[in-house]
């Protein structure tokens, strides 16, 4: 009994031969989460990646064929993070650079009953432009502290109102939309790249840049005082290597004789020794 052969149509040798070329000679595939986006955000940002990215939505079966077809054993493994819902990125910049614009050209989104907090949502003091009426009732089951500032809600004091993990209540949802607080951002998520330049692989794409950012300023702030302490000369360190050098040359001039002082000092000292010796002789 002869095998019965799967006939694959030209369409899909087609679309399997050019993700195939673009995964051999693009620098990054990157594997991104598309989940919940509208189409005409998708586009938005299709759009706004053109000329640093190829942006492809192919079936699971046709990507991991072309995979298997560029016969690169690392590459591989990011079947693991593809998916429903995903979108493969091909372009010639570095993977976390592709990444980072990715997570800029997210859009804040209004929150909806039942959703999962993605972080601690903390409705913020000061005024708003809620005028005094059921607005104040709805804030206060909430444990939110308010008062009437020329006409209009004032927050007294803020409040967490929904914990990170926690699902999004109806009063909540509806309090945030009024004050305009949108918790959660569409976009595309990145989830994991191959460098095929570097020949690495990553399998978990995090972009955080304010954290980074912060961490980076802690770190110079730390470096900074240490590499003055060892007397490294940089561009950041030589004001500060300078005034520290002026500091000890007077604390050195406070405790240093000058050459003078020592001339005389020395022929004071010697001839108040000698008598004392001398009279120690005589007297024995």
Not at 22 to 47: C, E, H, Y
Not at 207 to 218: A, G, Y
Not at 236 to 241: C, V
Request: charge should be positive; proline fraction near 5%.
């Amino acid at each position: 009994m002869s095998e019965q052969k799967v006939h694959v149509s030209e369409e899909k040798k087609k679309i399997v031969g050019n993700l195939t070329d673009l995964i051999k000679n693009k620098r990054t595939i990157l594997i991104a989460s598309i989940k919940n986006i509208p189409a005409s955000q998708f586009q938005k940002i299709v759009k706004k990646l053109k000329g640093s990215a190829i942006v492809k939505i192919p079936k699971k079966n046709l990507i991991f064929r072309a995979i298997d077809n560029s016969e690169n054993e690392t590459i591989k493994k990011l079947k693991e993070k593809i998916k429903n819902s995903v979108a493969i990125l091909f372009s010639d910049i570095d993977s976390f650079e592709l990444a980072a614009e990715l997570i800029q050209n997210k859009s804040p989104v209004k929150a909806k009953p039942g959703q999962e907090a993605p972080e601690e949502i903390i409705v913020s003091a000061g005024p708003t432009d809620l005028m005094p009426g059921p607005a104040i009732s709805e804030l206060g089951a909430l444990g939110i502290q308010v008062q009437i500032d020329k006409g209009k809600i004032t927050i007294r004091e803020p409040k967490v109102i929904t914990k990170k993990g926690e699902k999004i209540s109806v009063a909540a949802a509806d309090i945030m939309n009024k004050l305009n607080i949108k918790p959660f951002s569409i976009g595309f998520t990145p989830l994991a790249a191959f460098d095929t330049k570097e020949g690495k692989l990553y399998l978990d794409i995090k972009i955080d840049r304010e954290k980074t950012l912060e961490e980076l300023k802690t770190a110079f702030g730390r470096a900074l005082p240490f590499a003055v302490e060892i007397g490294y000369m940089c561009k950041d360190t030589i004001k500060f290597l300078i005034r520290k050098a002026g500091r000890e040359q007077k604390v050195l001039e406070k405790f240093a004789e000058s050459p003078g002082e020592a001339n005389v000092s020395e022929p004071e000292a010697s001839e108040n020794n000698i008598p004392q010796e001398n009279s120690q002789e005589e007297n024995k």
